[in-house]
């Protein structure tokens, strides 16, 4: 008893030791200048062509991420030349004062203002209409943060799923050991639970690898964006290009397997009245796309919604400037990060099952 | 309001990641994969069923066992039964034909006995019968060995068959 409450009393001081570390940049801002929480935590998820590390927001150790422009042809070079660029102060219209970083050396030409990359005008600089800048923005297919993470992202799933592979390839259909005993009864829970519960189980086979996909992307994409620090963090999942791609793909293939029985009831939906069935078709078509629009909304929010939570509980001691908050705000922001552990289950876990109720509808046969 | 606006060059990549990614897993991954563990599910069910069945087989054959045994059992009586009787019957045979032979064995002894004394008794009666000669001729000769004796006999003779 002793022991567990010593082990879990050494616990909290690790966890407030390491929220301490991740969040002094913003400590040392509240000592400089007015703490402002919603647009620390609007950063924080939020994409950037850096990534973070430690130190303050300007001048802190960061990885600098490349940048990748197609304007007049492919341009290449680290987004440091933005972050160690010529930092300009503009004063508004509305007397509002906004900061945008002038790129120097190769970035000459471009500014970055609150993470977007802008052509300079003929002036050389950036004309604000409101907060928002007028100027023409190059094609930014730069590799950001959230891009970055979803290499790793994808690279650590490749390296696992092959790991799991190459022990079936080796040992034939023997009994899972390691990682392949950890996994298989996932990758079966989604062949059964998900795919073979919702498709028609002549069907059902050719679905099994896009729901194993998606899954473990959003799973392991979840996962990764709880660590506070490099090489997670990033809120990918959370970002809404993310959840519209993988709904995007979901609706893709839902449309792409509706049988006639599934268009059927679209078009001319079955057992009701003639002028009901026009009226159903625009509800049914408007149908279509407001499942997978949900897909993206849900987990989109749910996973901004947990970083945000946890930002926000870490900032109280920041807005308060007292230590002693930390009391409060750590075992809370440790258990909305135990909560989200959950979460990081629950919403792969809801994408693909919602996913595989979708498809199953589209190749549902007719059965009256 | 750029939190809930798609960005472009995200999306660029997030396609060619994810579609990548996809195809990755399905070829080298999700195939393999499923394919092992859809073989071992089968191999599984069908060991179970192949013990199900060996049970059922085991089940019949030890039924068939005790049949046989039970069978075996009764034809042991049966054969313990009849060896029994067999041995108890060739006793009574014995022993009938012993009496038998016994009677048969008294008997020849009685008519050997019979005949012999029968033997016997004629022999005495011849011998009887000689010495009685013996004795007669013996005492004829005595009787008439003077003429007045023989006169006498003659008498005395011929009294008696008077008088008969």
């Not at chain 1, 409450?5 to 940049?25: D, E, N, T």
């Not at chain 2, 009787?85 to 009496?99: F, I, N, P, Y």
Request: proline share 4%; charged share 20%; glycine share 6%.
């Amino acid at each position: 008893m002793q022991q567990a409450g010593k082990f879990s009393s050494l616990l909290q001081i690790i966890v407030f030791a390491l929220s301490f570390f991740v969040f002094q940049p913003f400590a040392k801002a509240a000592e400089e200048e007015n703490f402002n929480v919603g647009e620390m935590i609007m950063h924080h998820i939020k994409d950037a062509h850096e990534w973070h590390i430690t130190g303050p927001e300007h001048g802190g150790t960061s990885i600098y991420l490349p940048v990748i422009l197609h304007d007049n042809g492919f341009k290449f070079f680290s987004s440091k030349y933005f972050y160690h660029g010529k930092e300009v102060t503009v004063t508004n219209k509305d007397s509002l004062t906004l900061h945008y970083m002038e790129g120097v050396g190769p970035a000459k030409g471009y500014a970055l203002y609150h993470e977007e990359i802008y052509k300079l005008n003929n002036e050389g600089a950036l004309h604000f209409e409101g907060e928002h800048p007028h100027n023409a923005s190059p094609t930014d297919l730069s590799v950001t943060k959230n891009v970055a993470s979803l290499l790793l992202g994808s690279l650590l799933i490749l390296i696992i799923m092959l790991t799991v592979a190459g022990f079936y390839r080796k040992n034939g259909a023997v009994a899972p050991k390691g990682l392949a005993k950890f996994l298989e009864p996932i990758i079966v829970m989604v062949r059964d639970d998900i795919a073979k519960a919702n498709i028609d189980k002549h069907k059902y086979h050719k679905y099994v690898p896009y729901l194993l996909t998606i899954f473990f992307f959003i799973w392991i994409n979840n996962m990764l964006g709880l660590i506070p620090i490099i090489p997670g963090g990033a809120n990918l999942t959370g970002n809404i290009t993310i959840t519209l791609f993988l709904a995007f793909c979901t609706l893709l293939v839902t449309v792409f397997s509706g049988n006639k029985n599934y268009w059927g009831h679209i078009f001319w939906m079955p057992g009701i009245p003639v002028p009901m069935k026009i009226f159903m078709i625009p509800i049914e078509l408007i149908g279509i796309f407001t499942k997978p629009f949900a897909l993206m909304i849900r987990l989109f929010a749910n996973i901004t919604a947990g970083h945000i939570i946890v930002l926000a509980l870490i900032s109280i001691i920041f807005i308060n400037k007292n230590i002693a908050w930390a009391g409060l705000s750590v075992p809370m922001a440790l258990f909305i990060s135990v909560l989200e552990i959950l979460v990081a289950f629950l919403q792969g876990f809801l994408f693909a099952m919602l996913s595989a109720l979708f498809i199953g509808a589209a190749v549902e046969e007719a059965h009256h | 309001m750029d939190l809930i606006l798609p960005d472009f060059g995200l999306l660029v990549w997030t396609g060619l990641v994810f579609s990548l990614l996809m195809f990755l897993l399905a070829k080298f991954a999700w195939k393999p994969i499923l394919n092992a563990v859809n073989t071992r599910e089968q191999k599984i069910s069908e060991a179970l069923e192949l013990a199900e069945k060996t049970k059922a087989e085991m089940q019949a054959l030890k039924a068939e066992n005790d049949q046989i045994l039970k069978e075996a059992r009764a034809e042991r009586d049966q054969i313990l039964k009849e060896a029994k009787e067999a041995a108890l019957g060739m006793v009574e045979d014995a022993k009938g034909k012993a009496k038998d032979e016994a009677a048969k064995v008294v008997e020849s002894a009685r008519l050997t006995i019979n005949s012999e004394k029968a033997a016997a008794m004629a022999e005495l009666k011849n011998h009887v019968a000689s010495l009685s000669l013996e004795i007669a001729e013996k005492v004829v000769r005595h009787e008439l060995s003077s003429d007045d004796k023989q006169k006498a006999l003659a008498t005395q003779l011929a009294g008696e068959i008077k008088m008969n």
